[in-house]
T-cell receptor, first 113, second 114 residues
Framework: KQEVTQIPAALSVPEGENLVLNCSFT??????LQWFRQDPRKGLTSLLL?????REQTSGRLNASLDKSSGRSTLYIAASQPGDSATYLC????????????FGKGTRLSVIA | DGGITQSPKYLFRKEGQNVTLSCEQN?????MYWYRQDPGQGLRLIYY???????QKGDIAEGYSVSREKKESFPLTVTSAQKNPTAFYLC?????????????FGSGTQLSVL
């Protein structure tokens, strides 16, 4: 059974710092991996989706990488801002089609002005 | 977003009562999902549906029931058999198609026990 782990559980950084969030998964036979952002008591917003054949995806100040063989993904946030404060969740899809994602518990990020 | 509307935003349940959470979508997506989120925890799958009149149990289906009579609607009933229902409930759908199968979420319902 696929398990997804995110480290650290919480992170606090000063504004302007570059940071990396980590995600690991136990079954490397994945179809794709998504990174989501969740604000307190709100739904999730999809940030980046990486297909199994891809190594990375970029959107603005965000860059997500995927190393399937080692079962790892990282989300890099450049020049962090207070508005980046949120919980970031990683989710993995193991099979194609409309099968469900498996989520990690998330990393709660605080960017201090 | 995926055009998903969840209601109500807050819901209170009395002991022994069944309550129903609404999830409606307006973009004709095939797949819909219900997740439960507890504080400091990730999302756990309750039920999902890939087509109308069909649904499958997720990891924590006990004490819950769903229906998918229309493509637009996927309501979740929290029954009295669910002994610890207090949580944040999220509905999601996916556009589908090979390759980019992004998941889109509603804004959630916070369920509390009186």
């Amino acid at each position: 059974k696929q398990e997804v782990t995110q480290i650290p559980a919480a992170l606090s950084v000063p504004e302007g710092e570059n940071l990396v969030l980590n995600c690991s998964f136990t079954d490397s036979a994945i179809y794709n991996l998504q990174w989501f952002r969740q604000d307190p008591r709100k739904g999730l917003t999809s940030l980046l989706l990486i297909q199994s054949s891809q190594r990375e995806q970029t959107s603005g100040r965000l860059n997500a990488s995927l190393d399937k063989s080692s079962g790892r993904s990282t989300l890099y946030i450049a020049a962090s801002q207070p508005g980046d404060s949120a919980t970031y969740l990683c989710a993995v899809k193991t099979y194609s089609g409309n099968t469900p994602l498996v989520f990690g518990k998330g990393t709660r990020l605080s960017v201090i002005a | 977003d995926g055009g998903i509307t969840q209601s109500p935003k807050y819901l209170f349940r009395k002991e022994g009562q069944n309550v129903t959470l609404s999830c409606e979508q307006n973009l004709n997506h095939d797949a819909m999902y219900w997740y439960r989120q507890d504080p400091g925890q990730g999302l756990r799958l309750i039920y999902y549906s890939q087509i109308v009149n069909d649904f499958q149990k997720g990891d924590i289906a006990e004490g819950y029931s769903v229906s998918r009579e229309k493509k637009e609607s996927f309501p979740l009933t929290v029954t009295s058999a669910q002994k610890n229902p207090t949580a944040f409930y999220l509905c999601a759908n996916s556009i589908g198609g090979k390759g980019a199968e992004k998941l889109f979420f509603g804004s959630g319902t916070q369920l509390s026990v009186l």
